[in-house]
């Protein structure tokens, strides 16, 4: 028989951002107070879990997030940049519907494409990288529980990929709250379920710079 093996996919928690702006990759941005206490609060839901490897994406929030899970596991952090948030020409400006960089003649051009996006990494692109880091998790807890930590829009993108849904789609109504988890779950190599839980709550995904 095959063995089971399970991905996590946990966004990270919330992040200290008082300008409300869309920081993507920017480096320099941490864990709220909430965020911190969202990562403990997913560490004490998953201690009885049988995780035996913890990555995470390269940016602050998501190893900050990570630290606490892999503390109670006793493991380390591994870091895979596969993992990070998307690319988006809107870095470091407010982007809320109706207020800020959507209404500067400016950055019209780069909203020519939404099903691409024009305005930064391609939904496909960012699929297939977080594929290559979900199976190398799988390989490497192999039998038993792996824990991804990355962003938002990677997560959404992959678990729609992998259920054979458009890429595109209105980021209103992404499942994939702050410190929630998509959990991947495998026999051998072979995709059998997904499973989305939210041990921390749930959070608007409207909430630019969550």
Request: charged share 25%.
């Amino acid at each position: 028989m095959s063995e089971t093996t399970i991905v996590h996919l946990l966004r990270h928690g919330e992040v200290h951002n008082p300008d409300k702006i869309l920081y993507g990759r920017l480096p320099g941005f941490k864990l709220s107070d909430r965020g911190q206490r969202q990562a403990l609060t997913v560490a004490e839901a998953v201690a009885k879990h049988d995780i035996t490897h913890v990555v995470a994406s390269p940016l602050q929030r998501a190893q900050e997030t990570a630290a606490p899970i892999a503390a109670a596991h006793r493991l380390d952090v591994d870091t895979d940049e596969r993992l990070i948030e998307a690319d988006n020409q809107f870095e470091g400006e407010r982007v809320a519907v109706g207020d800020g960089a959507l209404r500067q003649p400016k950055h019209w051009p780069k909203l020519v494409n939404p099903f691409r996006p024009s305005w930064g990494e391609p939904y496909v692109e960012i699929a297939h990288r977080m594929l290559g880091a979900i199976y190398r998790a799988r390989q490497a807890a192999e039998g038993h529980e792996a824990l991804c930590v990355s962003h938002q829009l990677p997560i959404w993108t992959v678990r729609r990929f992998l259920e054979a849904k458009r890429l595109w789609h209105d980021p209103r109504v992404r499942q994939c709250s702050l410190a929630s988890l998509t959990s991947l779950v495998f026999e051998g190599e072979e995709l059998v379920r997904i499973v989305y839980s939210e041990p921390a709550g749930t959070t608007d995904p409207k909430v630019t710079g969550a």
